[in-house]
């Protein structure tokens, strides 16, 4: 691929006798997001970590912009921005200080002024950074992450302690410089974050990719829509013929959840059917297959037994580092 | 720019960062002020009325020039407070987030933690000069080649054994008493030094001993590696050079020894983070 800025080829990382990568292989392209979801101890952070630099593979071929990221750091530092998924600040420098120490260490750095409207913290400026809200430190990191004008830029978890108007403007911020043509690489637990942002993902679990490609990709032919709604119970029993359908009591009701690959006729055949019926469909409600889905299609055989795997709620599913 | 050109290009900005963060911890940076100092220039208070030694030199001399050996020995302690602390708090790694180079922050710091040391010896010279009468140095020169290999080695030292203590607060705890013995076995805080106790043998091959004595011998020109307290000739700047070989190679030495435990054990990332990654891998 010939605008392939990061190049990732059987990567392994190995801690000892345990395996945290295990034969990854992937691309980034020029301007494009690419996102990296998993569990815990999926490899998302260690995979990182050998992009930016800190980490040496065990084995494999790992590029950015052409060059080793560990072996050539210092000549690619000044072209990444890295918003880490867990980094200590000095907690007794002000916002101020902290930008204008970081500002030294790049050649042509964004502006003080700039770089706190761009994140949002302007009214910060004179604020130790122990006293900021964890969404602020956030804002504070992406930042940090942004001073050198990146060309390319490592979000680990990048919204996590954000309240709801924080992750809006930093993923709106992200999605704006992508259009100028930054090339974004992430990783979150908020599967909505890439779905909104994502050109392509990454689905790692226990070391390896199990589905990449666009989100189109991804989604189609792995995920379901589903349709439900209640009806009276005596009509629960009379729905058409050839439907996946798992009913639940509720009461006087039934609600009635068919999954479907073709929500559209699966929709006007319920319709019909309620029509002729004289009924109605209560709170009905039509959901399109999910990378959520996905995600717990794909490991669904093989999630790790303790609590920190995937949750079956609407809620971000708590997938950390 | 080559790397060696952008080396400093980046080191002053990590000096100028870890000295405003320094000087913000007042408690910590009081102590790291004070201390040498005091512990440099109360010495010489007890011994000032003392009488002159076989050398001729009389002990508040002679402890005006070890004096300002204290705040160098001292760096081992501003030194694991930061590698420790900031390795523990993933500071390290949020540097090297940016285009600064590992070995500029480590060297931003180890400079930021000489600074102090050289202003602390300064100001013993300065009393020992002004309210003690002690003469001023014969050989500058080797008076600074002496603090400025005993600063390098005492941090590189201190980097490399940072990497097998805890965080940072529990470090400096537990390097005080190291750097509590170096003084004193040094004879930076006594005159005691050159006799032929088991004790003093050995403690002739420590770093600390090793830049008291080219210290003395640059500060009075005289060899205070072969001859200890006894008669001593006086020495030009070529034969005092000479007469430094011995603990010039133990500073080399021991920053070697450094250099490999820096080398094998130093992180730049909380060691119970190296152990999550581990466990997380396994699951």
Redesign the interface.
């Known amino acids: 691929m010939s605008n392939a800025i990061i190049e990732v080829h059987d990567l392994t990382v190995r801690y000892g006798n345990t395996v945290a990568v295990d034969g990854t292989s992937f691309e980034v392209r020029q301007g494009e997001v690419f996102a990296l979801l998993g569990t815990n101890g999926a490899g998302k952070t260690t995979t990182l970590d050998v992009l930016e630099g800190y980490l040496q593979p065990s084995s494999g071929a790992v590029s950015v912009f052409g060059l080793d990221p560990s072996r050539d750091r210092d000549r690619l530092a000044s072209r990444m921005g890295i918003m880490l998924q867990e980094a200590g600040f000095f907690e007794t420098l002000t916002v101020r200080q902290t930008i204008t120490a970081w500002r030294r260490f790049y050649d042509t750095p964004r502006s003080l002024a700039d770089t706190v409207a761009l994140v949002g913290i302007e009214h910060r400026l004179g604020t130790r950074v122990n006293a900021l809200s964890g969404g602020e430190r956030r804002r504070l990191d992406l930042g940090l992450a942004l001073l050198g004008h990146p060309e390319i830029l490592f979000l680990d978890e990048p919204t996590t302690g954000m309240d709801p108007a924080g992750r809006r403007d930093c993923l709106e911020l992200v999605a704006g410089m992508v259009t100028e043509g930054l090339t974004v690489v992430l990783t979150t637990h908020y599967l909505e974050e890439a779905e909104q942002l994502a050109h392509r993902v990454a689905i790692m679990h226990r070391g390896r990719i199990r589905r990449m490609g666009t989100l189109g990709e991804v989604l189609t032919g792995a995920s379901e829509s589903t349709v439900s709604f209640d009806v009276p119970v005596l009509l629960a029993q009379r729905l058409p013929s050839g439907l996946d359908a798992h009913t639940e009591p509720r009461g006087s009701t039934t609600e009635i959840t068919v999954r479907t690959a073709d929500p559209e006729t699966t929709l006007r055949a319920l319709l019909g059917w309620a029509e002729s019926h004289r009924t109605s469909l209560e709170r009905l409600q039509v959901r399109r297959g999910s990378l959520e889905d996905v995600f717990l299609g794909l490991s669904d055989d093989d999630l790790p037994a303790s609590g920190d795997g995937p949750a079956r709620t609407s809620d971000p599913i708590p997938m950390g580092a | 720019m080559s ?1 060696i050109v952008s080396w400093p290009r ?1 080191v002053w ?1 990590q000096v ?2 870890s000295q ?2 320094y000087w ?2 007042v408690a910590f940076a009081l102590v790291g002020a004070v201390m040498p100092v005091a512990m440099g220039i109360f010495p010489m208070v007890q011994v000032r009325d003392l009488p002159a030694m076989a050398s001729g030199l009389r002990p508040v001399d002679l402890l005006a020039a070890s004096g300002m050996c204290v705040s160098v020995i001292w760096i081992a302690y501003a030194v694991i407070n930061s590698a420790a602390r ?1 390795r523990e ?3 390290y ?2 540097l ?7 070995s500029a922050i480590l060297g931003g710091e180890a400079v930021s933690a000489a600074l102090p040391a050289l202003v602390q010896s300064a100001v013993v010279v300065a009393v020992a000069v002004g309210v003690f009468h002690v003469p001023l140095p014969v050989h500058w020169g080797i008076v600074a080649l002496g603090i400025v290999a005993g600063a390098v080695t005492i941090a590189l030292l201190t980097f490399g054994v940072s990497g097998l203590l805890p965080a940072g607060e529990l470090s400096t705890w537990i390097i005080t008493p190291f750097v509590i013995v170096m003084w004193y076995l040094s004879g930076s805080m006594t005159v005691a030094t050159g006799s032929a106790s088991t004790v003093d043998r050995i403690a002739d091959y420590l770093p600390s001993t090793a830049v008291v004595q080219i210290v003395r011998t640059g500060y009075f020109g005289q060899d205070y590696v072969a001859h200890g307290l006894s008669s001593h000739p006086h020495l030009g700047l070529g034969e005092a050079l000479g007469a430094i070989h011995q603990p010039l190679g133990v500073l080399i030495a021991w920053a070697a020894v450094g250099y490999v435990l820096f080398r094998t054990f130093f992180t ?1 990332e909380p060691r119970a983070a ?1 152990r999550r ?7």
């Open positions: 790397a980046y900005p100028a960062l405003r963060v913000q911890d900031r708090t993933r500071t790694k949020r090297r987030a940016t285009p600064i180079p590992a730049w190296r990654s581990r466990r997380a891998a396994t699951r």
